[in-house]
């Protein structure tokens, strides 16, 4: 009995210890339901010279569209990020399509209650966390917040990757928007080709895709980008809008170095169809 006992309260014990960290999966996501901010966990620094710890993110706000639905204006704001990267964010909005600099920019929900907006930070981004906010601009004016790390440079596992992997696309444009990062072993400052025909015809309107790089430089209607430079740690990424009239389904990433060996590597990214995200 005594043993039976002592086993259930270790059992008790081992309980209360694994909650906090069941909670904190959670973190900064509104216990009522309302809204919920998504972004990516975090992000290696990359670049060299005037691109020297750049980083990326996507960011999509999903409300319940019965509270916050169509035309609600809601404000991102990454002031920690802001001042962890030099003052210096580039915001960029699927829909309508739109760059602005700061430390936050207003987006529009739709019909389902989302809004997605891609930011492009630094250079000179100092490691560590950072919160990122999303501002009702209407009563109550609530706040639903999330966090963000930028990672020091390292290598990455070989590959490329589509962060998100999967995008709900916006119900007034059908616009979206994706990292695609590539990571080469023994690849410094190699040269590398990142692109996708699919997703180039998916969207169906001109300019169909508009790839942004790491210093900001952007280059539209076309479905491939060449001689973009990985650095030391074999990396390298761009930032994918499409643009607009996405069809729904799955699109093949390629990336490829432009010199031997040739690697290439392929991801999927999915467009699901306009749909509440909470």
């Not at 790491?214 to 539209?220: D, K, P």
Request: aromatic share 8%; glycine share 8%; hydrophobic share 40%.
């Amino acid at each position: 009995m005594k043993s039976r006992i002592f086993v259930a309260g270790l059992a008790c014990l081992a309980c209360c210890l694994f909650l906090p960290f069941v909670g904190n999966a959670y973190a900064g996501e509104d216990p009522s339901g309302t809204c919920v901010v998504h972004s990516l966990p975090s992000f290696v620094a990359q670049g060299e010279f005037a691109n020297t710890a750049t980083v990326g993110d996507v960011i999509t706000v999903s409300c319940d569209p019965t509270v916050y639905g169509t035309g609600s204006k809601i404000k991102v704001t990454a002031a920690q990020l802001y001042t962890r990267c030099k003052d210096s964010l580039l915001w960029l909005i699927p829909n309508p399509y739109s760059r602005t600099e700061g430390r936050g920019v207003t987006v529009t929900l739709d019909a389902d209650g989302n809004a997605t907006v891609a930011v492009l930070a630094g250079p000179e981004c100092a490691a560590g966390e950072s919160l990122v906010s999303a501002h009702m601009e209407e009563e109550p004016f609530e706040t639903f917040t999330t966090s963000f790390s930028v990672l020091p440079p390292a290598p990455t596992p070989p590959g490329v990757f589509a962060l998100p992997a999967t995008q709900i696309e916006d119900a007034g444009s059908s616009g979206v928007a994706t990292i695609i990062e590539a990571e080469f072993a023994a690849g410094s400052e190699k040269l590398v080709r990142i692109g996708s025909e699919e997703l180039y015809a998916r969207c169906r309107e001109a300019p169909h895709v508009r790839w942004i790089s790491e210093s900001g430089e952007e280059t539209s209607g076309v479905s491939e980008l060449t001689g973009l430079r990985l650095d030391n740690d074999g990396n390298a990424f761009v930032i994918a809008i499409g643009d607009s009239s996405c069809a729904p389904g799955p699109s093949l990433i390629e990336a490829d170095l432009e010199s031997k060996p040739f690697t290439t590597f392929t991801t999927p990214f999915t467009i699901e169809p306009p749909q509440p995200g909470i």
